[in-house]
């Protein structure tokens, strides 16, 4: 039997591990004993978009890359403020002028599943899509308690991406932001800022510890930085912060100094327990940078208007980096009874995002993440999209096709262990597949879906 361990992101304020290594063996007896009371609907739309989404891409028959083919949306909750509304309209005409004019604006309501809110606009079937009833590209403009996560997760066969603000001043700075930068790309193709650099790969190390997830981390990055240097087509990237050299310090200086376009951080993610001294609001999901006078992280606090990350696409292998729910997928390992009182968006890409020269987007996760989707190509898969000129919410499309390829495979053996006891034979392999559903169902994208830094490779080539 082999001690095969999984390792987590997350470092509680005293530097311990928020979770410690865990045994695959382990992972695969809780997997199987703990049964997913899903509704059947939820169940089917798994079973069958696994066997159908390498055929058509979930039913989907129109170019996902084209607005007016595939079409932008916007869910509001139905107690949304006047005020976001109107702060949230000026992108809602200038998407509109993408698709001859169409706009769509769809509400939540409270309580709603996905299958009930898609049949109330007319849908009856996920995997047999309408993007003139529901556009493939859907934004959702509220608060986790206006709009749980778990819609915007169960959303597998569309691109959805989160706007969530703490004032209307911050929703108006993002949208003004973005419209200018939507009408310089469809006159430019690409928008080439002089001075700016391509990707910025951080990736601090923790050389002390076995076991580690920066271990795994530091492996990514390498390979993410080859397959950079064997490709003429991207941009160059911009020195490296990685092992030692990934201080807070010296992340305070390269984004005060440069201009990257993609910044890539793999490492741990800060969890402050609810209820301690630390303001939970204020320090949740920062990150945990390379050691220097002791432990030390990069947050909301750290964003100045002296930084250059205007336009940045942010992108975060890190617990929490872009939201925290209050029961873990992982409670099983957890010590806490909640890891927040209420689902929350992390203040650190709420700050990115709502400053008066704001970033574009930012990819994360809403939980602790494990050492296998660090050591996974999700992330060589989305970067090379993203650069390619895909759009953001269709270059996330690989983390949706692993959470239903892995959900499918788990509820089935799940299914036959209950009904029969039957286990499977690969008791390990069951495990990795049972994290994989996890991990990949919890990154999120805060920020338009539609956006793309350029709109094909051949423009930001030249």
């Known amino acids: 039997m082999s001690d095969q361990l999984v390792s987590f992101s997350g470092i509680t304020p005293s530097g311990g591990f928020l979770i410690d290594p865990v045994a695959l063996e382990e992972v695969a007896e809780v997997a199987l004993s703990r049964g997913e009371s899903q509704p059947t609907w939820w169940r089917n739309l798994f079973r069958q978009a696994a066997a159908l989404f390498k055929q058509t891409f979930f039913g989907w028959s129109v170019d996902l890359n084209c607005i007016d083919e595939a079409h932008w949306g916007v869910v509001f909750p139905e107690d949304i403020s006047s005020e976001v509304r109107d702060a949230v309209e000026p992108l809602i005409e200038i998407r509109a002028s993408q698709q001859a004019g169409r706009r769509f604006i769809l509400f939540y309501r409270p309580g709603e599943s996905v299958e009930r809110w898609a049949k109330r606009y007319g849908v009856d079937n996920l995997l047999d899509p309408d993007p003139e009833k529901i556009p493939y590209y859907l934004l959702v403009a509220g608060s986790p308690q206006q709009i749980p996560f778990r819609f915007q997760q169960d959303l597998v066969t569309y691109a959805t991406g989160r706007l969530c603000f703490e004032n209307v001043i911050e929703y108006q700075n993002y949208i003004r932001n973005l419209v200018v930068y939507i009408r310089e790309l469809e006159i430019q193709q690409a928008i080439l800022e002089t001075g700016r650099t391509g990707l910025l790969c951080v990736a601090p190390c923790r050389f002390n510890q076995e076991n580690d997830f920066t271990h795994l981390g530091l492996e990514m990055t390498g390979r993410v930085r080859e397959k950079w240097i064997g490709d003429k087509q991207f941009p160059e990237f911009a020195p490296p912060l990685l092992g030692n050299h990934a201080t807070r310090s010296a992340l305070l200086q390269v984004l005060t100094t440069l201009s990257p376009e993609v910044i ?199």
């Open 264 to 462: 890539l951080f793999v490492g741990h993610g800060l969890h402050v327990p609810p209820g301690s001294e630390m303001s939970q609001a204020d320090w949740e999901g920062a990150l945990v940078c390379q050691e220097e006078d002791g432990l030390s992280w990069f947050s909301s606090a750290d964003v100045t208007p002296k930084m250059q990350i205007h336009n940045s696409i942010w992108v975060a292998l890190a617990c929490h980096g872009a939201g925290t729910p209050a029961k873990s997928d992982y409670s099983s390992w957890f010590s806490e009874r909640e890891m927040a009182h209420q689902d929350q968006v992390s203040s650190l890409p709420q700050r990115i995002l709502g400053d008066n020269r704001p970033g574009l987007a930012f990819i994360g996760h809403v939980d602790s993440v494990t050492g296998l989707t660090a050591s996974s190509d999700l992330f060589s898969k989305l970067l090379v999209e993203i650069y390619t000129g895909r759009r953001l919410g269709q270059a996330m499309r690989h983390f949706r096709e692993r959470s239903v390829v892995s959900g499918d495979f788990i509820l089935r053996w799940q299914d036959a262990f209950e009904n029969s006891g039957m286990r499977p034979p690969q008791r390990e392999s069951f495990a990795a597949q049972w994290i994989a559903w996890r991990d990949a169902r919890n990154f999120l994208l805060l920020g338009d879906p539609a956006i793309q830094i350029c709109q094909s490779s051949s423009a930001l080539s030249s």
